[in-house]
């Protein structure tokens, strides 16, 4: 009787979370493509087998994986010094914080073209003041090297705020009387930043870690506006690889199996870093 | 080892915390720091201990000038209200980490936070965290960390608010042993008057940011100096009614008696108190309250009386005693 009134909580997992993964996994047993005329042949895994030996989708992993990495740990340490910044006792604190969430309030997309723009050749800021300069212009969207540097500017400039606010909320658990008693035995602030700042923050950072990790590893609509992939699919995520099977190549089957794939490594990453996040809450216990 | 405030201010946003303090507190000797909330008595201690710093005047600790220098160099043992033990490290890193900060050795480190852990009969906890302890324990850790600081003075602020009444009692008398009876000053603020006048040498009531009176405890009951402390000190609260113009009388409780002369009353409620009880009763000079003990019996002929002597008087005015006890 108590469970009837999960009910409607639980229709909407079934319908928007549950239903989609189990078609993604039959529709990955089977070829789906303009080929087969859209009608589902099944396959005996060849898609997966096809996975397994496709240098394209293991570059993407390692792209994808290389993007999340960067931009959630600059996030991070940025989000830090943030927050500590907005948690001290200064004038106007209230239209500060507001001023640095708005990345955060922000569409994806609009940010993305403004940051493209930013990045443009030759009419971009940058390029502009690195012309200006003496260094001519710097290209960097169109460098297979680089590009995916800007990718990660775009998310840090994007997300920053929104790993500050939780690291703010950890900040504001921790109380004074905690810094007075250790300044009180000589600890220096940098003392108490490392000894007693970062350990209470862990959890938090932590917490983060796993929201971000989850968020950029999915990445699609920045890397779609700004670079689109490229070039030379140097930007390219395994989302946008599984987009451009869908919608590029039609072939449905293999993108539903690039799809499942993703959602299996993201979730072993999560509960890896979940498990070792409540470790580590039991451990201080907070 | 003496301490001593000289006429220190303290404003905050433009309000008057603390104004014009002076205070001396001689070795081995107890002060509590008794008032409302809101009275000042937690940012004189964070003035003594060096968290906040004085608009204007001095504090000297042995003659030795602290007004400006740091809170660790003025080498003061500070128990907090909420304690402040660092959630993240054992009972055992709670105290080592001010030694391992100041430079202490290993060796001697260990030593010294052995021999606390063994005084305070913490040693089976010293490998667990603050949540694993009760509030009493945790209020001893905190105690044990203002003692391995070997201060020349001890802050304790509301040392025991955040305890039940029965572990308070109990807590006392080890205080005393602790610290109270060494030769370091201790100033002990509290909101509690019970607790000040059972573990303080000497009172000192604030009110407002102002000293308003300073003495030994029975000093302050006895001849409370304003109607302030008169009402604030003693529970149940002093009698207060006008005498004549510019005249305003004060009776304890416990000083009204029966007797066959005196006033009249009507009795409007009792209060069952245990060991005695209070009566509130309506009379001629106005609703008055009479402590007696808890067996008495009252018939239709009482009337209540007080000795003269027991009278305090204060200007209406002024709000300050007029007679001497």
Same mark, same amino acid.
């Given at each position: 009787?108590? &469970?009837?009134?999960?009910?409607?909580?639980?229709?909407?997992?079934?319908?928007?979370?549950?239903?989609?993964?189990?078609? &993604?996994?039959?529709?990955?047993?089977?070829?789906?493509?303009?080929?087969?005329?859209?009608?589902?042949?099944?396959?005996?895994?060849?898609? %997966?087998?096809? #996975?397994?030996?496709?240098?394209?989708?293991?570059?993407?992993?390692?792209?994808?994986?290389?993007?999340?990495?960067?931009?959630?740990?600059?996030?991070?340490?940025?989000?830090?010094?943030?927050?500590?910044?907005?948690?001290?006792?200064?004038?106007?604190?209230?239209?500060?914080?507001?001023?640095?969430?708005?990345? %955060?309030?922000?569409?994806?997309?609009?940010?993305?073209?403004?940051?493209?723009?930013?990045?443009?050749?030759?009419?971009?800021?940058?390029?502009?003041?690195?012309?200006?300069?003496?260094?001519?212009?710097?290209?960097?969207?169109?460098?297979? @090297?680089?590009?995916?540097?800007?990718?990660?500017?775009?998310?840090? %400039?994007?997300?920053?705020?929104?790993?500050?606010?939780?690291?703010?909320?950890?900040? $504001?658990?921790?109380?004074?009387?905690?810094?007075?008693?250790? =300044?009180?035995?000589?600890?220096?602030?940098?003392?108490?930043?490392?000894?007693?700042?970062?350990?209470?923050? =862990?959890? &938090?950072?932590?917490?983060?870690?796993?929201?971000?990790?989850? $968020?950029?590893?999915?990445?699609? @609509?920045?890397?779609?506006?700004?670079?689109?992939?490229?070039?030379?699919?140097?930007?390219?995520?395994?989302?946008?690889?599984?987009? #451009?099977?869908?919608?590029?190549?039609?072939?449905?089957?293999?993108?539903?199996?690039?799809?499942?794939?993703?959602?299996?490594?993201?979730?072993?990453? !999560?509960?890896?870093?979940?498990?070792?996040?409540?470790?580590?809450?039991?451990?201080?216990?907070? | 080892?003496?301490?001593?405030?000289?006429?220190?201010?303290?404003?905050?946003?433009?309000?008057?915390?603390?104004?014009?303090?002076?205070?001396?507190?001689?070795?081995?000797? !107890?002060?509590?720091?008794?008032?409302?909330?809101? !009275?000042?008595?937690?940012?004189?201690?964070?003035?003594?201990?060096?968290?906040?710093? !004085? /608009?204007?005047?001095?504090?000297?600790?042995?003659?030795?000038?602290?007004?400006?220098?740091?809170?660790?160099?003025?080498?003061?043992?500070?128990?907090?209200?909420?304690?402040?033990?660092?959630?993240?490290?054992?009972?055992?890193?709670?105290?080592?980490?001010?030694?391992?900060?100041?430079?202490?050795?290993? =060796?001697?480190?260990?030593?010294?936070?052995?021999?606390?852990?063994?005084?305070?009969?913490?040693?089976?906890?010293?490998?667990?965290?603050?949540?694993?302890?009760?509030?009493? $324990?945790?209020?001893?850790?905190?105690?044990?960390?203002?003692?391995?600081? /070997?201060?020349?003075? *001890?802050?304790?602020?509301?040392?025991?608010?955040?305890?039940?009444?029965?572990?308070?009692?109990?807590?006392?008398?080890?205080?005393?042993?602790?610290?109270?009876?060494?030769?370091?000053? +201790?100033?002990? +603020?509290?909101?509690?008057?019970?607790?000040?006048?059972?573990?303080?040498?000497?009172?000192?009531?604030?009110?407002?940011?102002?000293? +308003?009176?300073?003495?030994?405890?029975?000093?302050?009951?006895?001849?409370?100096?304003?109607?302030?402390?008169?009402?604030?000190?003693?529970?149940?609260?002093?009698?207060?009614?006008?005498?004549?113009?510019?005249?305003?009388?004060?009776?304890?409780?416990? /000083?009204?008696?029966?007797?066959?002369?005196?006033?009249?009353?009507?009795?409007? *409620?009792?209060? %069952?108190?245990?060991?005695? $009880?209070?009566?509130?009763?309506?009379?001629?000079?106005?609703?008055?309250?009479?402590?007696?003990?808890?067996?008495?019996?009252?018939?239709?002929?009482? =009337?209540?009386?007080?000795?003269?002597?027991?009278?305090?008087?204060?200007?209406?005015?002024?709000?300050?005693?007029?007679?001497?006890?």
């Amino acid at each position: 009787m108590n &469970y009837l009134l999960l009910t409607p909580a639980f229709l909407l997992i079934l319908l928007v979370f549950v239903l989609p993964l189990i078609r &993604y996994s039959w529709m990955s047993m089977h070829s789906i493509s303009v080929i087969t005329g859209l009608d589902y042949i099944p396959n005996n895994g060849s898609n %997966w087998i096809r #996975l397994l030996n496709d240098d394209r989708f293991w570059r993407d992993t390692i792209q994808t994986i290389r993007f999340a990495a960067f931009s959630v740990s600059i996030e991070i340490v940025l989000a830090i010094i943030i927050a500590l910044l907005l948690s001290q006792r200064i004038k106007g604190k209230g239209i500060l914080r507001t001023i640095s969430l708005l990345p %955060w309030a922000l569409p994806t997309t609009i940010m993305a073209l403004g940051w493209r723009w930013i990045f443009n050749t030759p009419y971009g800021p940058i390029d502009q003041i690195s012309s200006l300069i003496g260094f001519g212009t710097l290209d960097i969207l169109s460098n297979p @090297d680089l590009a995916w540097i800007a990718t990660v500017i775009g998310d840090v %400039w994007k997300t920053t705020p929104f790993v500050a606010l939780i690291i703010l909320a950890g900040l $504001q658990t921790i109380p004074s009387d905690l810094y007075e008693a250790f =300044k009180m035995e000589g600890g220096s602030p940098l003392q108490s930043f490392i000894k007693i700042t970062l350990p209470l923050l =862990k959890p &938090y950072i932590l917490l983060s870690l796993v929201f971000r990790l989850a $968020q950029a590893f999915g990445v699609f @609509d920045l890397i779609q506006v700004m670079t689109g992939g490229g070039p030379a699919s140097s930007t390219e995520s395994i989302a946008i690889y599984a987009y #451009l099977n869908a919608m590029r190549f039609l072939d449905f089957g293999y993108s539903a199996t690039i799809m499942i794939a993703s959602f299996i490594l993201l979730i072993t990453i !999560c509960l890896f870093t979940w498990i070792f996040y409540n470790k580590l809450k039991s451990k201080l216990s907070i | 080892m003496t301490l001593i405030l000289n006429s220190i201010n303290k404003q905050i946003n433009k309000n008057w915390i603390i104004q014009d303090l002076s205070l001396k507190v001689k070795d081995g000797e !107890c002060l509590a720091i008794l008032g409302p909330s809101g !009275c000042g008595k937690s940012t004189t201690l964070r003035l003594i201990a060096g968290l906040e710093i !004085c /608009d204007s005047g001095s504090i000297f600790i042995n003659d030795e000038d602290i007004t400006n220098i740091s809170p660790v160099d003025r080498k003061i043992g500070m128990v907090f209200q909420s304690y402040a033990l660092f959630p993240h490290l054992t009972i055992y890193e709670n105290l080592s980490l001010g030694l391992k900060i100041r430079g202490i050795s290993k =060796k001697e480190s260990i030593r010294r936070v052995s021999s606390i852990l063994d005084l305070l009969k913490l040693e089976h906890l010293s490998t667990r965290k603050p949540a694993a302890l009760s509030g009493g $324990q945790r209020q001893r850790v905190a105690l044990a960390r203002a003692l391995l600081r /070997d201060p020349s003075l *001890y802050l304790l602020d509301e040392p025991m608010s955040n305890l039940d009444a029965q572990l308070r009692e109990r807590l006392r008398p080890e205080l005393r042993r602790l610290i109270l009876n060494g030769n370091q000053p +201790v100033i002990y +603020v509290t909101h509690d008057q019970h607790e000040a006048m059972s573990m303080a040498n000497r009172i000192a009531i604030l009110n407002d940011g102002r000293l +308003v009176q300073i003495g030994t405890p029975k000093d302050i009951y006895k001849t409370p100096a304003s109607i302030f402390v008169a009402s604030f000190v003693g529970r149940p609260q002093i009698n207060l009614f006008p005498e004549s113009a510019g005249l305003i009388k004060g009776i304890r409780p416990e /000083d009204i008696f029966l007797d066959n002369k005196g006033i009249d009353f009507k009795i409007l *409620y009792t209060e %069952w108190l245990g060991t005695n $009880q209070l009566f509130h009763l309506d009379t001629s000079q106005g609703r008055l309250r009479m402590l007696c003990n808890a067996d008495i019996s009252i018939n239709s002929d009482h =009337k209540i009386n007080w000795k003269q002597e027991k009278l305090h008087l204060f200007d209406s005015k002024t709000k300050l005693r007029i007679n001497n006890g």
